[in-house]
């Protein structure tokens, strides 16, 4: 069983930037991969980026990529997405996931409660 918390979600201009955090409970967090969605009102939960057990490979939806960054920091048992240059089609509840047996293509089998990211024009 792994819990996630995300956290780090808040309203910024568009070309302004934040930092979402993802904390994971329990001792095999390292063995996971992550991953981060979003889903927009009225739209279907949409794939982010993922990042690799180990942290060797990353993957991101072309939408994102050369904006957002995901890392993760396995002896915090945490993963973080790095949103820069956001834009207010960034509005989105984005949640952490973690994966047992795939990074990409990711399929969850862990999901946290969301944070909202709201992006001002």
């Known amino acids: 069983q792994v819990q996630l918390v995300e956290s780090g979600g808040g309203l910024v201009q568009a070309g302004g930037s934040l930092r979402l955090s993802c904390a994971a409970s329990g001792r095999t967090f390292s063995r996971y991969g992550m991953g981060w969605f979003r889903q927009a009102p009225g739209k279907e939960r949409q794939f982010v980026a993922s990042?690799?057990?180990?942290?060797?490979?990353?993957y991101y939806a072309d939408s994102v990529k050369g904006r957002f960054t995901i890392s993760r920091d396995n002896a915090k048992n945490t993963v973080y997405l790095q949103m820069n240059s956001l834009k207010p089609e960034d509005t989105a509840v984005y949640y952490c996931a973690a994966a047992r047996n795939s990074a990409y293509p990711f399929r969850a089998d862990y999901w946290g409660q969301g944070t909202q990211v709201t992006v001002s024009s």
């Open positions: 990042i690799t057990p180990s942290g060797g490979s990353t």
